[in-house]
């Protein structure tokens, strides 16, 4: 994990893990401070989850339809090409970036049984736990966004019958370019189908596991400022 070495000057892995840890233990020595200072960013933050448990239940809702379009497709004596690897990719998609709206939600599983023992207990066993699956998690969207970049250098492409049309991609390509190659990659737009890429299936895996690792750092930190965990269980009545 040095990939960053060269630009920033320090191993990636200390931008990863110690960085984050030195705020974590610094808003736990000036929570005073910490929590006026914080607060826009964890109403940000708030939104952010919202909007990414909004992302999931929408493709929650596109596999029903692609389900439907299925069922249209052979009632009607057409083929729908790709439509399992696409239901896939939205179950896939539908996983990951409910992750950390989950977490904020309580909906993760938490063994919770020596956290009830005394408020000493609930306070620091809560901390390690949240410390050690902040890491595990930043691990995780270390690599899964390295899989992404690997994905594209290696032009990996699905195995099943699914293509997508080459100017999405082209579109896609624009976005993530600087303005000066905007023109060849325009010039370069064609108008057919192409076999999926699978670094596309793979954007809301990346994105799904860095905003979990920021959701535990965040809750880690939240933890330490006021003293109580802000992860609570949504009650159905």
Same mark, same amino acid.
């Given at each position: ?67 439907? *379009?299925?069922?249209? !497709? /052979?009632? #009607?004596?057409? @083929?729908?090409?790709? =439509? ?52 595990? *998690?930043?691990?995780? !969207? /270390?690599? #899964?966004?390295? @899989?992404?970049?690997? =994905? ?86």
């Amino acid at each position: 994990m040095s990939d960053w070495s060269p630009f920033w000057g320090l191993p990636l892995w200390v931008w990863l893990f110690v960085m984050p840890s030195v705020l974590a233990l610094s808003a736990r020595i000036f929570r005073h401070q910490a929590q006026f200072l914080l607060r826009p960013i964890w109403w940000l933050l708030d939104k952010v989850y919202i909007a990414s448990g909004l992302l999931a239940a929408g493709f929650m809702v596109t596999i029903l339809v692609i389900i439907l *379009a299925q069922m249209a !497709a /052979r009632w #009607a004596g057409l @083929t729908f090409e790709g =439509s399992t690897e696409f239901a896939g990719y939205a179950m896939a998609a539908t996983s990951f970036f409910a992750l950390a709206h989950a977490l904020t939600r309580g909906a993760h599983i938490r063994v919770s049984i020596f956290l009830n023992m005394n408020n000493f207990t609930r306070l620091w066993l809560d901390a390690a736990a949240m410390l050690i699956a902040a890491m595990t *998690a930043t691990y995780f !969207a /270390r690599y #899964a966004v390295k @899989t992404n970049y690997m =994905s594209e250098m290696l032009n990996d492409r699905t195995q099943g019958q699914d293509q997508v049309p080459e100017a999405f991609l082209s579109f896609l390509n624009l976005i993530s370019s600087s303005p000066d190659k905007w023109a060849l990659i325009w010039s370069n737009m064609g108008d057919g189908y192409v076999y999926t890429p699978v670094w596309l299936p793979q954007i809301p895996m990346s994105i799904g596991t860095v905003l979990l690792a920021i959701a535990l750092w965040d809750n880690l930190i939240r933890l330490l400022v006021l003293s109580k965990t802000a992860i609570t269980s949504e009650v159905l009545r």
